[in-house]
Every structure is written in C-alpha cells, then in structure tokens.
C-alpha cells in the first residue's frame, strides 16, 4: 500500500524562517493543519499544475509559526489526498523540521511531468492551477493548455482572417474573453477557445486569471 513517508529535513530552522518571511506566493502556501483530504488536494494539484510550489503545515496564514503535536494525523489525510484523490500521481516529498517539542512538515510539490492533474471532488474531476498566492479552478481552456504543455503532440494553426482581427484587436483593447473572441469574428465560442488554446500553447498569446475570469493577451515575447 502506497503512502506518504516524511524524513527529517536537512534544513536548519533560521532558512525556514527565511522561507517563511517571504510569505505566501505563487511557489509557498502556509497551512496551519490539514483541514480536508479534498481542500489540501486542490493546493497540491495546482502546485503541480502550475511550476511546482512548497506547502508548509504548522504554520499560520500571518507567518507564526504554530507547529504540529505529531505529524501522524496530516500524514493520514496528505496520503488521502495524494493517492486516491488526485490524477495521475503527484510527484512530492514530505520533510520535518522539529520546532520546541512540535513539527513542522515540508510538503515539497515538484511540477506534474503529465498535465492536467486532476481532483476527485466526489461528483466530478477538477483542476486547479496556483494565481498569485491562491489555488483557483481551472477553466476548460486552461486545461486544454495545461494538457498540451505535456503532449508530444505538435500544435498547428494558421494566421487567417479570424487570427488577424484577433491581433488588430489586441493591439488596440490588449485583451479578450473567449466570448469576445467569438463575437468579433462570429464563431462559435467552441471554435473560438480552440483557436485561442493553440495560440497559448504555440506562445503566440498568453492566458490569465483576474477576479474570477479569464483573459487572453499577446505574449510578451511575440
């Protein structure tokens, strides 16, 4: 039977308490316990869905540093969360760093080698992706993206009638909505994200996430 085995960690206290000065990010998320199997899989899945990222248990949302009487119990839950919740198999560490008589673990997520991971959130599979310092739920174009950063599959398109009205517009209003899109060159919206998802995964456009939606822009490097 597979589980979650923690080693002591070579990292001395003062470079933990550096780590966890530079607060919570993109890469770092504290957590004081494992609330649920099912909350602390979506922090997992978007670590490995995104860059990878570092999961500290013992620690407050403020940064102080609270601890664990034992790592047994949030070993029980992380392993839940690990091996029967999430799709396909994470790709992590667990270290423990003794603190005055409690523990603090280091959950270390490397990036998935196979994308998009998913969680089982009982009636359906979701995937998450890490913005900022949140773990939001992916959309279907992030995950068509997220899938095709994997693949060994090549991406094709073509600059065409409709990609062009795309740029002018992106030159002129810097970003669109997959609604948008479909409304300005009259697809439908189905057509509309394939376009845009090929475009993200060739690194023609770059997709993000502000206040709950998500928007397309001209990648930096275009």
């Not at 589980?3 to 919570?24: A, C, F, H, Q, Y």
């Not at 490995?48 to 029980?76: C, P």
């Not at 599959?153 to 600059?159: A, I, L, Q, Y």
Request: hydrophobic fraction near 40%.
């Amino acid at each position: 039977m597979k589980e979650v085995r923690p080693v002591r960690s070579s990292m001395r206290l003062s470079d933990l308490k550096n780590l966890i000065k530079t607060g919570e990010g993109l890469f770092l998320e504290f957590k004081r316990t494992i609330p649920s199997p099912e909350k602390i899989a979506r922090e997992l899945c978007a670590f490995a869905n995104t860059k990878g990222g570092t999961l500290l248990i013992g620690i407050d949302d403020d940064g102080s540093i609270v601890g664990m009487e034992g790592f047994y119990e949030e070993q029980f839950l992380l392993n839940d969360a690990v091996y029967y919740l999430c799709k396909p198999e994470l790709d992590l560490t667990v270290e423990i760093v003794e603190y005055k008589q409690r523990e603090i673990a280091i959950v270390l997520v490397n990036e998935a080698k196979e994308k998009p991971i998913l969680v089982d959130l009982g009636n359906e599979w979701a995937g998450f992706v890490r913005v900022n310092d949140k773990s939001i739920r992916a959309s279907k174009e992030m995950l068509k993206v997220l899938k095709n950063q994997t693949s060994d599959e090549g991406v094709s398109f073509v600059f065409g009638p409709n990609e062009q009205k795309l740029f002018r517009y992106l030159n002129q209003y810097e970003r669109i909505t997959v609604n948008e899109f479909s409304n300005l060159v009259n697809i439908s919206t189905r057509r509309a994200s394939r376009i845009l998802v090929n475009l993200v995964s060739a690194g023609v456009l770059h997709l993000f996430t502000h206040e709950k939606a998500e928007f397309f822009t001209l990648a930096r490097a275009f």
